[in-house]
């Protein structure tokens, strides 16, 4: 003789509703951070590259935010100019032609990213709380 056993919830399709909600709006807090944050790193990052024309601090800008899995987003800032790696970390040996340079670097993006850091932690904690409503 087979028992068989039944249980019954009420509200869990208005708790998965209530689940899917906060995903959504912790994704969202997610993005806004991420695309806020990457500003925050380009914007102290200009104000530490060494300047003589202006086009290595022109160039450095947020590429585009990316999502990487579930609550995962990722943006990448960085510099175009050929010469950009160059003056972060300078340059010891000989170019294409056999010159020889022996430049020491001038740190910008590191340094940057360094002082942004009290920024992002406070640009967090105010995105997620406004995106999580608490």
């Known amino acids: 003789m087979a028992n068989n056993v039944g249980l019954h919830f009420d509200g869990v399709d208005d708790f998965d509703k209530a689940v899917d909600a906060l995903i959504a709006r912790a994704e969202k807090g997610a993005a806004t951070f991420v695309a806020k944050g990457g500003l925050l790193i380009e914007a102290a990052a200009k104000s530490r590259a060494p300047v003589k024309t202006g086009t290595l601090r022109r ?76």
Request: proline share 4%; glycine share 10%; no cysteine.
């Open 59 to 134: 160039s450095i800008n947020v590429g585009s935010i990316s999502q990487e899995g579930l609550g995962r987003w990722k943006s990448q800032t960085y510099p175009t100019t050929v010469y950009s790696r160059r003056i972060e970390l300078g340059f010891h040996a000989d170019d294409s032609l056999g010159r020889h340079y022996d430049q020491a670097g001038r740190p910008y993006l590191s340094p940057g990213l360094e002082d942004a850091m009290g920024a992002l932690h406070a640009l967090h904690e105010a995105t997620m709380a406004a995106a999580m409503e608490v």
